[in-house]
């Protein structure tokens, strides 16, 4: 899994002009940042506030200056329960709009599995096998109706349904 990474603003510092902050890699403790940032020690000229400057966010959480560091440690914790897979094409996923980040981290990525197909076609005739008989059906002298299925054209309209996303990692259904 890759870091999710903040990096973190003494406020009183910054808004005298000065840069003092330093990265942290989530999950971190309120703590952590308040010691580093020498907001613990109760000096007027370190404050008491810090506000996110910047990150690196593989993921797509929704991080601003004052995003709480409780909400976001629970988030990166969530991402540890997803498949791997999954976490490799997340920005994906999420942008696709089937949930946001949010929704598949509390649902721990249960909703989405890989296929194992390349391709809609093969969604399609994967289909028509599990759940017909057409090529034990034979048809005009011994011709397999399977052979009029346009396997083609109905792994298309699958795609359009919009149960399916195609990924750099394969196509992922949508259960949901």
């Keep these: 899994m890759e870091e999710t990474r903040i990096y973190c603003t003494n406020l009183a510092k910054y808004n005298n002009g000065e840069r ?13 940042i308040e010691s580093k940032l020498r907001l613990d020690e109760g000096v007027e000229e370190f404050g008491e506030e810090f506000a996110i400057h910047d990150y690196e966010n593989p993921y797509g959480l ?16 969530g991402l540890g329960y997803l498949d791997d897979k999954l976490l490799s094409v997340l920005s994906e996923v999420v942008s696709s709009g089937f949930e946001t980040l949010e929704q598949i981290i509390e649902n ?12 809609f076609k093969d969604i399609a005739e994967d289909y028509i096998q599990e ?26 309209d699958i795609r359009i349904n919009g149960q399916y996303l195609e990924t750099s990692e394969g196509i992922v259904e949508y259960t949901d």
């Design 62 to 77: 929704k991080i601003s200056e004052y995003s709480s560091i409780d909400t976001l440690n629970e988030w990166v914790d």
């Design 108 to 119: 721990e990525g249960r909703y989405f599995s890989f296929t194992g197909f390349d391709d």
């Design 20 to 32: 003092f902050g330093a990265w942290f890699t989530l999950p971190v403790s309120p703590s952590e």
């Design 131 to 156: 759940n017909t008989n057409v090529k034990n059906i034979e048809i005009l002298g011994g011709v397999s109706l399977d052979a009029y299925i346009d396997y083609e054209a109905l792994g298309n």
